[in-house]
């Protein structure tokens, strides 16, 4: 008998205290088969992504492992206003496929979105939305959910860049600028990564140093004027 991919695990609602089971991927079955340069992995079996998302069935209140505990009041009107009212018995608990996970991804935004949770959170989802429109081949969807989360990336970096990985989220607002045609914007944020004595991250001063030569090939080839740190480069 093969092994089931997935496993059950309890969670209890944040918003009416339900306890409901939801799916997640067994380790052992997380296996990338190749990833892109904005950090998405692709995997041979089982998307992982498709079940970061738990969806309470009784009033649809869907999270992930990193939201917030907090949710006061105005929030809880919001929330119910916005979703319960409107929302019918659904379980998102078993197999998902790309329409279920899609569903899910939303629905969580709403919810961090009502929640006002942190920015880097609301990105992330944006992001993994961003993702699964790739998977599908929607390259006018997709980039409209990259330059979401490219602009709410960037306010990570306004507000809480003291406090993460500041070379992993420079780099990511430079790729994520070059994949949206934000050429001049690209190459300011590679070269912050490259030209910053402070930061160690060989791996991150590394993949920004050949996303800003990529960078520079796009940029010629769309015949777009280079700036004069390009221009030294032959």
Partial sequence: ????????????????ESVFETS?????????????TDFYLRYKEVNPDYYVVRVCPVCGFASTENFSDRFVASHRK?????????WSMR???????WDEAMQTFKL??????????????IAG????????????EDAEQERRFLEH???????????????????????LIGELSRRT??????????????????????????ASREQWAITREEMLAAQIDLPEEMKQQK
């Fill in 91 to 97: 379980d998102y608990g078993g197999k998902r496929g």
């Fill in 125 to 136: 989802m944006l992001h993994h939305i961003a993702w699964l429109w790739r998977e599908k």
């Fill in 149 to 171: 989360a490219l602009n709410a990336y960037v306010k990570v970096y306004e507000t809480e860049g003291a406090d993460v990985n500041n070379a992993r989220l420079m780099y």
């Fill in 108 to 121: 969580a935004l709403l919810c961090a979105q009502i929640k006002q949770e942190k920015d880097r959170i």
């Fill in 1 to 16: 008998m093969s092994l089931d991919p997935l496993f059950q695990t309890k969670v209890t609602c944040m918003y009416c």
């Fill in 78 to 86: 919001t929330f119910e206003e916005r979703v319960r009212i409107n």
């Fill in 24 to 36: 997640r991927v067994r380790p052992s079955f997380k296996k990338a088969s190749g990833s892109d």
């Fill in 181 to 206: 045609g934000r050429y001049q914007d690209a190459v300011k944020w590679f070269g912050k990564v490259i030209n910053d004595k402070k930061i160690m991250d060989s791996g991150m001063i590394r």
